[in-house]
């Protein structure tokens, strides 16, 4: 039997994509599923199934693994996000099956598909191993364009400035805002390159609304305990108390988990080892032994006529707007985002530092 998978390992080097949540998904299937007896193949006119796992381009699947929703009310920040939107609930009312990463995800999913089967997400276990713990929290994200990106960048800031006696490193930050002494900026690197940041932190900051959670997995399974906020699919992959903590007051968490690390990181690479791709993989290649007989037509990548102006997206935007940093806003090699114009989020930096005194006014007041 053999499965085209959009987007492919190929097609995702095209354009660039050297990290991010899409490609240790792809090179896991491409790795696993020939152990089921399932060959890959890029040409979709050899397939028998057809597999997305992406925003939903890619008409029609048989088997639709869903990322996340854009949440209504939600006012579309870049012109790729209607487009996007329309074509993941398209792909949730035709796929023969869709999956998602976490129950949270599938609930996103449910007013437009009942039947979404939760298949987690994984990692590649044994290529994460402890490394030389470094004092710093780790803050990872590829990009601050991506969907609520910047919304959990907003709140790392926040909590590294308000833990001025913590240092932190983050992979991008918006240039318009003042940079703490504490806050050491990388880049967005390569995977190869991000691994030894991983490995070597102190703990892993989590503020993304995960849909779900391939990094934190990486951060747990080389030892390093989360601290983030019990949103998302966070509580489903990290428990709270164990393997990190999961708190609205992320200042206190960060103190808490770093007082405790060697616990909390022994648990959280006891707790990593049971999501590994090698586990997961084979209930996809269930799916398509399933469906195999029931292949859609036409053959991707071509969406239906009837829904072409509808659903289809226009190619490459979508995929470099998601998997990097489109025109309308800049990274430079330091990872410093340049937003060109007046296309603002309005003033960030006035913005974030009333919401820093705010937050020191209350602490100042025992609230």
């Not at 699919?233 to 708190?247: A, H």
């Amino acid at each position: 039997m053999r499965v085209a998978i959009a987007p492919s390992l190929s097609y995702l080097r095209q354009f660039g994509c050297v990290s991010g949540g899409l490609l240790p998904i792809a090179k896991a299937l491409y790795r696993h599923l020939p152990e089921c007896g399932i060959e890959v193949t890029e040409d979709p006119e050899r397939a028998d199934v057809f597999h997305s796992y992406s925003t939903g381009q890619w008409f029609p699947a048989t088997v639709y693994t869903n990322e996340g929703m854009f949440r209504e009310p939600y006012k579309f920040e870049h012109a790729w996000q209607g487009p996007c939107h329309k074509a993941i609930c398209g792909q949730l009312e035709t796929a023969k099956a869709v999956t998602a990463p976490s129950e949270f995800c599938a609930g996103l999913c449910r007013p437009w598909r009942r039947d979404i089967e939760v298949v987690r997400k994984g990692i590649e276990f044994d290529e994460w191993q402890p490394g030389e713990t470094q004092p710093y929290v780790l803050w990872a994200k590829s990009s601050l364009v991506v969907y609520r990106a910047y919304e959990a960048w907003q709140k790392a800031a926040a909590v590294a400035s308000l833990a001025s006696d913590v240092e932190f490193v983050f992979t991008v930050w918006d240039g318009k805002v003042p940079r703490p002494d504490n806050v050491k900026v990388i880049g967005s690197l390569p995977f190869e390159e991000i691994v030894p940041w991983m490995r070597n932190a102190a703990a892993y900051l989590l503020t993304t609304e995960e849909p779900g959670a391939c990094q934190p997995l990486e951060a747990m399974a080389c030892g390093v305990p989360v601290a983030g906020l019990p949103i998302g699919c966070n509580p489903e992959y990290v428990r709270s108390g164990t393997d990190g903590l999961l708190w609205d007051d992320l200042t206190e968490a960060i103190h808490e988990v770093l007082a405790k690390r060697d616990w909390y990181g022994r648990n959280a690479r006891e707790r990593a080892s049971g999501f590994q791709w090698r586990d997961i993989i084979p209930r996809y290649a269930e799916l398509y032994r399933t469906f195999a007989t029931e292949k859609p037509e036409p053959a991707l990548p071509s969406p239906p006529p009837a829904a072409k102006a509808e659903t289809a997206l226009p190619s490459p935007l979508p995929e470099v707007a998601i998997l990097g940093s489109p025109p309308m806003a800049q990274a430079r090699d330091d990872g410093i985002i340049k937003w060109p114009g007046e296309r603002q989020r309005g003033d960030m930096s006035e913005r974030l530092k009333s919401v820093l005194d705010r937050r020191a006014g209350m602490r100042r007041k025992g609230l």
